[in-house]
């Protein structure tokens, strides 16, 4: 496994952010793509990923969107530590490469996405 990004800490300029294994996302309500916080770090924490990505792992998150895929969202799952810091709440481990492994929960995502378009339209097709 390589080393965690340093990239784990709060920003408190506004909008207030925060950052896991590199990875954006707004700091009140912990999500990627935030209408009340009128932010939207999908494109960006897709570049951060990029290098993570398997050539056919980047092709299935074009198909699942691109910057435009399902929202990954870590509400409830991290915590500020008194440094600024940010860890996961389950392990309290900074860069957590379970809770915070998002090129695997993007993916997870984007399939469970998939899942369920199939079966709404399998649904309407009956
Ligand atoms: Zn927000
Ligand atoms: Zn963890």
């Known amino acids: 496994m390589p080393d965690p990004k340093p990239d784990n800490f709060v920003s408190r ?13 707004c700091f009140p309500h912990g999500q990627e793509w935030c209408h009340l916080c009128c932010v939207d ?8 990923m990029e290098d993570d990505l398997t050539p056919e792992q980047h092709e299935e998150v074009q198909d699942g969107g691109g910057d435009d895929r399902p929202s990954v969202s870590i509400y409830g799952k ?3 530590l008194p440094d600024d810091r940010i860890s996961c709440t389950i392990h309290e481990v900074v860069g957590c490469k379970f809770c915070f492994d998002f090129p695997k929960i993007v993916l997870r995502s984007i399939q469970s996405e998939k899942t369920w378009v199939s079966k709404r339209s ?4 009956n």
């Open 13 to 25: 300029n506004l909008p207030a952010t925060i950052f896991a294994n590199g990875f954006a996302f």
């Open 41 to 48: 770090h999908r494109l960006t924490n897709n570049v951060i």
């Open 78 to 80: 991290f915590q500020v």
């Open 122 to 125: 399998s649904y309407l097709s």
